[in-house]
């Protein structure tokens, strides 16, 4: 008998069709998940941002820790301000704020 975590794994790993720039490509269930949600993220919905943000630091806060001490890009810098400024101007795509 199986348990949940194999189960969970086998599932996840399975391989599903989808559409990406107008071609049909293979990815797993578990690849198809992460780029819906970012996408959706990248697209102002706030729940998926917070979803990413939240699987981010438990996947990957010990080395996120180790790289917050290297200081932002000129290019990091250029997204992150206009990232503020959609925000404060409001126009972010979905709607939806990050909390």
């Known amino acids: 008998m199986k348990n949940f975590s194999t189960d969970l794994r086998e599932e996840l ?9 107008g071609k049909v490509k293979k990815l797993t269930k578990q690849r198809a998940i992460v780029k819906g949600q ?21 996947l990957l ?8 001490n290297t200081p932002p890009s000129a290019e990091d810098e250029q997204l992150i301000d206009a990232a503020i400024a959609d925000i404060i101007s409001g126009s972010n795509k979905g ?5």
């Open 13 to 21: 790993n399975e391989m599903v069709p989808v559409r990406e720039n």
């Open 38 to 58: 970012v996408n959706k993220a990248m697209s102002g919905d706030g729940r998926a941002a917070v979803f990413i943000f939240k699987l981010i630091e438990a």
């Open 61 to 68: 806060g010990d080395d996120i820790e180790a790289e917050s």
């Open 95 to 99: 709607g939806n704020d990050v909390e």
